[in-house]
């Protein structure tokens, strides 16, 4: 009795102690610098709570010599964590220069990370299972393979945003980014990937702009800016059945294969390609995903090296479902269509080609680029005054906007990527940077009721697995160069035309 009587008393007053302990804040914001435990912080997070990051640079390796660093952010829809560099200050968190581990593994729900430069490691940043995420504003380059990806086997990615990152000069399979896994083993769904600026993978084994795996489905890619990349700009496989996919609003230029790579399950409308060194656009099959539901729609493309337009196997039974409308293909040296195996069923109309033409129909000769186009070596593609593409599509077939997020006309609205609307291009002319889009509403429409899973795969040892690209089957046509496929969907892997934009555009090849 004595004993249980002095156990009562010091459970009250143990809960009388809890009880005069100071609440924690509903949130808090953690003002961090270098001298401070930036990952120890972070680790102590809470919903609702901001990490504002101060100038300087920031190590991963911790005390034991191991560069492996593990984020999990648990915030909730009414209370989000933020993970940010402070305003107008440069904030670099350093992975190991031997890239022995990836510069940071992330996972959790609705949290934000943003504004890092984040350089060396593996993978600048590898996403494990994570829902209504956004990354934002972050600088990767230099890493030794990926710069961000979402590729780990059995994960779920919903709701995930990936907005104005600038990652370059990656090395391994080296794409910029590379969401989803081969063969379906992971997906990222409900998802936005928007306004990052991509470029020079060009010393990789692979080196994808964007590349998006087999049964990823639902993803809004657009308004992207890609070039000098040794694989496809953007590489986009089949959704296995569900919802489609949409590539809008890109410019790719100067690719060693594809400007644009996809299967099917897709919506690919409003982009620019130039100077690529095998087709503008390309599908196939791959991964045991057919071209299928798929509509190309109002893009330009000038110069390939090999086709404009290519489309495989489109003689398939669900060829019905394909549609080619509206685009402006300059490929005067080489082939604006080309369709190795026949058209099928597929539909064409109002399509501007220049060069060989292999489309059943639904096309129209363009005049030369020079002509067309306000100075296509300059890499302004907008329509001249007296451009054979004004007013010659259907209101019923185009975007309601253009590539300059600006409206369409809703009578016969123009052919390629934009409307003309003015005598000088009244958006944003392509260079390297961001885009910046004039009308644009990029938040993100994807739909909040995603599985928030948080799990994540505690695993200490060396992250340089990438789920590397090994499907091997084959392009099946005939006259390709390098026609395997070994998981990027590639149809050519090779050096660049020589001599420049000028010699691909006016046909010095």
Known sequence: MILKSRFVVLSALAALCVALLPERAASETFDVYPSDDLFGIIDGTAPGDEVIVHEGTYTTQQGGGSWFREVVLSGTEEAPIAVRAADGETVVLSGDPAGSQNV???????????????????????????????????????????GISANVAGADYAQITLRRNHVHHTGGTGECFYLGCNDGACAVHESVVELNW??????????????LKTGSYNVVVRH????????????????????????????????????????????????????????????????????????????????????????????????????????????????????????????????????????????????????????????????????????????????????????????????GAYERSADANPGWVVQEGFKECAGADTDSDADTDADADSDTDV??????????????????????????????????????PAGGLYNVLFGAI
């Open 104 to 146: 940071v593994n992330l996972s959790g729900a609705w949290f934000t990370w943003s504004g890092f430069e984040m350089v060396y490691g593996s993978h600048g940043l590898r996403m494990y299972a994570s829902s209504h995420a956004t990354i934002e504003n972050l600088h990767v380059h230099d890493t030794g393979d990926v």
């Open 198 to 211: 991509c470029h020079d993978t060009l010393g990789t084994e692979q080196g994808d702009g964007i590349e």
């Open 224 to 415: 992207n800016v890609i070039h000098d990349v040794n694989y496809p700009g953007i590489t986009m496989y089949g959704t296995s059945g569900e919802a489609q996919n949409t590539v809008e609003g890109n410019v790719v230029w100067s690719s060693n294969d594809n400007g644009i790579q996809l299967v099917g399950d897709a919506i690919v409308r409003n982009n620019l390609v130039m100077n690529v060194a095998a087709n503008g656009i390309a599908s196939k099959p791959s991964q045991a995903n057919v071209p299928r539901e798929l509509e190309i729609a109002y893009n330009t493309v000038v110069g390939a090296g090999d086709s404009c337009l290519r489309g495989n196997e489109w003689d398939g039974l669900e060829s019905d479902s394909i549609r080619v409308l509206g685009n402006a293909l300059y490929c005067s040296a080489t082939t604006a269509i080309r369709l190795p195996n026949g058209p099928g069923d597929a539909t064409f109309a109002d399509n501007a080609v220049q060069g060989t033409d292999e489309a059943p129909g639904g096309t129209f000769p363009a005049a030369a680029p020079e002509d067309d186009l306000l100075d296509p070596v300059g890499m302004d593609l907008y329509p001249a005054s007296e451009s054979s593409l004004l007013e010659m599509g259907e209101a019923a077939d185009a975007p309601g906007d253009d590539f300059n997020c600006l409206p369409r006309e809703t009578g016969a609205p123009d052919v």
């Open 459 to 496: 695993d200490t040892d060396a992250d340089t697995d990438t789920d590397a690209d090994t499907d091997a089957d084959a392009d099946a046509d005939a006259g390709t160069t390098g026609s395997s496929d070994d998981g990027c969907g590639c149809t050519f892997v090779g050096a660049a």
